[in-house]
């Protein structure tokens, strides 16, 4: 695996990851979520390296890739590109997870000439999604874990132990295997840090004044064939959205039974056949 830290345009260094090689698949590209936690998609990228060339990055302003100034869609579009151009891709597949499906979105409106495919995995979410993802939140957690989750969310200032707790109470509940879901969440809010809050505030406002459901049909025209959306039955997030989604942008949706917000985890052998195959598919 190489790790490099690539050069913005302005005075931002992105850390970079490359595994796999060129072969006769496109290059592809992951886009973890967040938005405003670290990459954690080196498991996915190990699912589709033997096949081809497969890159992921931190996104400006978490890891390793610094960044204090202000964020914008725009900006976070024009990183990519300017990726793209560095490693030398005219074309490639966009796997995009939660929020790096938005993402992925947004640069597929902005530059569908460079977007051989584009694969989604659990979202973008549009419509009515919210309240019902936060009760299903709120039903996984027992009285006493919701209450500590308000005390926690309501501190202005946390310790470096109560933020990990935090993360966890907040991510376990993303996870449809019960047994697993706390370990899991706690495994991932121990290294997914720090977290860029300013950061979300700043590109979830910019996803609101630029909503990607008001632009679905524009999507729609310029989405490569073989596209797809990848979600998880047992994700708070209503799977009935994502199939929604599909039928608006004509495009194959696959809602994996009894597997939540990060498939790869309690489906990894569904997950990696779907992906490959959306990778593996024919150029148009």
Not at 62 to 84: F, N, P, Q, Y
Not at 158 to 185: N, P, V, Y
Request: a negative charge; glycine letters at 8%; aromatic letters at 8%.
């Amino acid at each position: 695996m190489a790790m490099c830290m690539v050069g913005m345009d302005d005075d931002a260094t992105l850390r970079t990851w490359t595994t796999g090689l060129r072969r006769s698949a496109p290059p592809v590209v992951l886009l973890h979520g967040g938005p405003g936690i670290p990459d954690y998609l080196q498991a996915v990228a190990q699912m589709l390296d033997d096949v081809t060339v497969v890159h992921r990055y931190d996104q400006r302003g978490t890891g390793e890739s610094g960044w204090d100034g202000l964020h914008t869609l725009a900006r976070h579009v024009h990183d990519l590109k300017c990726l793209l151009d560095e490693w030398g891709h005219e074309q490639v597949v966009l796997v995009g997870h939660s929020y790096g499906s938005d993402l992925a979105s947004y640069f597929t409106l902005a530059h569908p000439e460079r977007v051989v495919r584009l694969v989604h995995l659990a979202g973008p979410f549009t419509g009515n999604w919210r309240e019902p993802c936060k009760a299903t939140e709120v039903s996984r957690r027992t009285y006493t874990q919701q209450s500590r989750f308000e005390i926690l969310d309501a501190m202005k200032v946390r310790s470096e132990a109560e933020e990990i707790e935090f993360l966890a109470l907040s991510w376990f509940t993303d996870h449809a295997d019960r047994r697993r879901a706390w370990r899991w969440a706690l495994e991932a809010a121990r290294i997914r840090r720090p977290i860029n809050y300013s950061m979300n505030s700043q590109l979830s406002a910019d996803k609101k004044a630029d909503p990607l459901d008001a632009r679905i049909d524009e999507l729609r025209d310029v989405l490569p064939s073989g596209s797809m959306i990848i979600g998880g039955a047992g994700d708070p997030r209503p799977a009935d959205e994502l199939t929604r989604l599909g039928t608006r942008l004509e495009c194959d949706v696959v809602i994996l039974p009894e597997t939540g917000h990060f498939p790869w985890l309690e489906a990894p052998g569904r997950c990696r056949s779907l992906l490959r195959s959306a990778v593996e598919g024919p150029r148009t």
